[in-house]
């Protein structure tokens, strides 16, 4: 189940919800429903994440150079 993190408009309140389906999560704390969603720590994590190695091999980073991975020149 998905959690994900909300701020509520109406006062400033900041929460995490699990969500079930299309379900509308209200503020616990005023239970307004002018809620903004926030990124969930899932979707920035892989972004900030260390930088790919400067490998010959962008594409997963092989030591032996481009081509020598299956992934690299396959031929798409
Ligand atoms: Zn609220």
Redesign the pocket.
Same mark, same amino acid.
């Given at each position: 189940m998905p959690i994900l993190e909300y701020h &509520?408009q109406? &006062?400033?309140?900041r929460f995490e919800v699990i969500v079930h389906g299309t379900q509308q999560p209200v503020?616990?704390? &005023?239970?307004?429903s002018r809620l903004q969603r926030l990124l969930s720590v899932f979707a920035v994590a892989g972004k900030h994440a260390e930088t790919p190695s400067p490998g010959p091999c962008r594409t997963c980073g092989d030591p032996r150079g481009p081509g020598a991975c299956a992934l690299d020149g396959a031929g798409g």
């Open positions: &509520c109406a &006062c400033d309140h503020c616990p704390a &005023c239970h307004s």
